[in-house]
């Protein structure tokens, strides 16, 4: 009912930048915390950032000052400006968000995930 799509990924050099997307779709009624993860190979996923609806965030340590989560709530976007990259950043992004939303006539409230998007940082 709800979909989130992820955007931006791509190859990038060390030391450069990349800004990721992801839109919210569906029937949705309104969003509470949205968030980026990330996977890299062989290993767990991890926080990166989140954003509540009031705009408060919060960082993992070893992105903060490098990483910047922002939101667009009324059109039910989550960015991530990645800057100074560095090859430990390549991974799978993925956004997630904690949704209320319409199933049929009825109000739900889910954790939806998108699909990730890859960022690759490597010279």
């Known amino acids: 009912q709800v979909q989130l799509v992820e955007s931006g990924g791509g190859l990038v050099q060390p030391r450069g930048s990349l800004r990721l997307s992801c839109a919210a779709s569906?029937?949705?009624?309104?969003?509470?915390?949205m968030g980026w993860y990330r996977q890299a190979p062989g290993k767990q996923r991890e926080l990166v950032a989140t954003?509540?609806?009031?705009?408060?965030?919060n960082y993992q340590d070893s992105m903060k000052g490098r990483f910047t989560i922002s939101r667009d709530s009324a059109n039910n976007m989550v960015y991530l400006q990645m800057n100074s990259l560095k090859p430990e950043d390549t991974a799978v992004y993925s956004c997630?968000?904690?949704?209320?939303?319409?199933?049929?006539?009825?109000?739900?409230?889910?954790?939806?995930w998108g699909q990730g998007t890859q960022v690759t940082v490597s010279s």
């Open positions: 954003i509540t609806s009031g705009g408060s965030t």
């Open positions: 569906g029937r949705v009624i309104s969003i509470d915390d």
């Open positions: 997630n968000a904690e949704a209320h939303y319409w199933d049929s006539y009825l109000p739900r409230r889910s954790t939806i």
